[in-house]
T-cell receptor
Framework: AQSVAQPEDQVNVAEGNPLTVKCTYS??????LFWYVQYPNRGLQFLLK??????LVKGSYGFEAEFNKSQTSFHLKKPSALVSDSALYFC?????????????FGKGTRLSVIA | GAVVSQHPSWVICKSGTSVKIECRSL??????MFWYRQFPKQSLMLMAT?????????EQGVEKDKFLINHASLTLSTLTVTSAHPEDSSFYIC???????????FGEGSRLTVL
């Protein structure tokens, strides 16, 4: 079975500081990994994904994530946080079983960037 | 990029009535759509997988007679909450997988409030 763990409910960071939102996963075989951001009362916006290749993935809005197979992690990072980055972040995974395999989401981490 | 549209964004209804939520892929064909439900401050829980031209596949614990899903065309899936009750109040999000890239796109979500 697939699962995703986001160990932190809330992450607080000062504007301009680097941020990290943690994610670990469990899946049979090689994973597809995703990060999404959700603003209040909105749907999910895609940030980035790892399919194969370079372990460091760069995405939208200056975010990046590093795939670490040995630690089964896919932490989201940004070198310098902005107040506008404050939102709910979801890590998601699906196994490469078939095209109809749905995404399994973590519980979400609320990021608060303080000016 | 590909767009998935949900309608309505907000709906308030009386207990016992039925509500239909539409999910459309605007510029691509989606043979598969997924319906998720999100409770306040919680993650997205997969409700069902909607396949064009066939019956939806429901997740364990989701009542198929309560949450009717129809995927009549390659660009439209509908979720009908039948005989809605206050406990059905939630944020419902659909997603669609593009047939060419396999990318998963999300709608903006529909907030249902049952009085």
């Amino acid at each position: 079975a697939q699962s995703v763990a986001q160990p932190e409910d809330q992450v607080n960071v000062a504007e301009g500081n680097p941020l990290t939102v943690k994610c670990t996963y469990s899946v049979s075989g090689n994973p597809y990994l995703f990060w999404y951001v959700q603003y209040p009362n909105r749907g999910l916006q895609f940030l980035l994904k790892y399919i194969t290749g370079d372990n460091l993935v760069k995405g939208s809005y200056g975010f990046e994530a590093e795939f670490n197979k040995s630690q089964t992690s896919f932490h989201l990072k940004k070198p310098s946080a902005l107040v506008s980055d404050s939102a709910l972040y979801f890590c998601a995974v699906r196994g490469r079983i078939s095209g109809n395999t749905p995404l399994v989401f973590g519980k979400g981490t609320r990021l608060s960037v303080i000016a | 990029g590909a767009v998935v549209s949900q309608h309505p964004s907000w709906v308030i209804c009386k207990s016992g009535t039925s509500v239909k939520i539409e999910c459309r892929s605007l510029d691509f064909q989606a043979t598969t759509m997924f319906w998720y439900r999100q409770f306040p401050k919680q993650s997205l829980m997969l409700m069902a997988t909607s396949n064009e031209g066939s019956k939806a596949t429901y997740e364990q614990g989701v009542e198929k007679d309560k949450f009717l899903i129809n995927h009549a065309s390659l660009t439209l899936s509908t979720l009908t909450v039948t005989s809605a009750h206050p406990e059905d109040s939630s944020f419902y999000i659909c997603s669609a997988r593009g047939s060419l890239t396999g990318e998963l796109f999300f709608g903006e979500g529909s907030r249902l409030t049952v009085l």
